[in-house]
Nanobody
Framework: QVQLVESGGGLVQAGGSLRLSCAAS????????MAWFRQAPGKEREFVAL????????YYPDSVKGRFTISRDNAKNTVYLQMNSLKPEDTALYYC?????????????????WGQGTQVTVSS
């Protein structure tokens, strides 16, 4: 059973930066695509970034492109999300997720394992 544990959230002023971490344990050999999602109160869970474990292919939606960077450390089985130029609208609970398939997908229902989330709050 894969376990994902996020960390690194917090309170930051607009324009600031945070780096989130997601440590994976368990059957990590099955880790094909890792992604970050976020969910603000009253809103649907939103795709933020993904990375394919094998070749480090990455993809971002326009809302975060150029500001967020996803990366991985194979030796540590950890995925990171570097968030720069943060905006108040980036405030949300951020989740790490794993998809046990090579195909790239962006919907929350396409992912098999989830962490508990880490809160990011950006003040104006």
């Amino acid at each position: 059973q894969v376990q994902l544990v996020e960390s690194g959230g917090g309170l930051v002023q607009a324009g600031g930066s945070l780096r989130l971490s997601c440590a994976a344990s368990g059957r990590t050999f099955s880790s094909y695509v890792m992604a970050w999602f976020r969910q603000a109160p009253g809103k649907e869970r939103e795709f933020v970034a993904l990375i394919r474990w094998s070749d480090a292919y990455t993809y971002y939606p326009d809302s975060v492109k150029g500001r967020f960077t996803i990366s991985r450390d194979n030796a540590k089985n950890t995925v990171y999300l570097q968030m720069n130029s943060l905006k108040p609208e980036d405030t949300a609970l951020y989740y790490c997720a794993e998809r046990t398939s090579w195909a790239i997908r962006f919907g929350p229902h396409d992912y098999d394992y989830w962490g508990q989330g880490t809160q990011v709050t950006v003040s104006s």
